[in-house]
């Protein structure tokens, strides 16, 4: 099992930035590609970016792209999403996940374990 604990979310106005963390415990961090999704009140969770095991692959859904970076490190078995430009849209609780397999699956929805969530919360 792997247990993920997001932190970091919180309210903030329309063009600042917010980094959220994602700490990973129970298996071996890097035997995981990782990702962020969310879901706004209403809508269906949808992929946001993701990660591959040791950081060479990334993908981004078109609407957070160039506003939103993920990262890793490994040796902290931390994930990250640094979000910068937010936008009244991006407003939702965001999820980390884990993936045995691949950052594409994480793309393409597909995951293993799933955090609890935080919510952001971007105010115009």
């Known amino acids: 099992q792997v247990q993920l604990v997001e932190s970091g979310g919180g309210l903030v106005q329309a063009g600042g930035s917010l980094r959220l963390s994602c700490a990973a415990s129970?298996?071996?961090?890097?035997?995981?590609?990782m990702g962020w999704f969310r879901q706004a009140p209403g809508e269906e969770r949808e992929f946001v970016a993701s990660i591959s095991k040791f950081g060479g692959t990334t993908y981004y859904a078109d609407s957070v792209k160039g506003r939103f970076t993920i990262s890793r490190d490994n040796a902290k078995n931390t994930v990250y999403l640094q979000m910068n430009s937010l936008k009244a849209e991006d407003t939702a609780v965001y999820y980390c996940a884990a993936d045995w397999l691949s950052s594409s699956r994480l793309r393409d929805g597909l995951y293993d374990y799933w955090g609890q969530g935080t919510q952001v919360t971007v105010s115009s």
């Open positions: 129970g298996r071996t961090f890097s035997n995981y590609a």
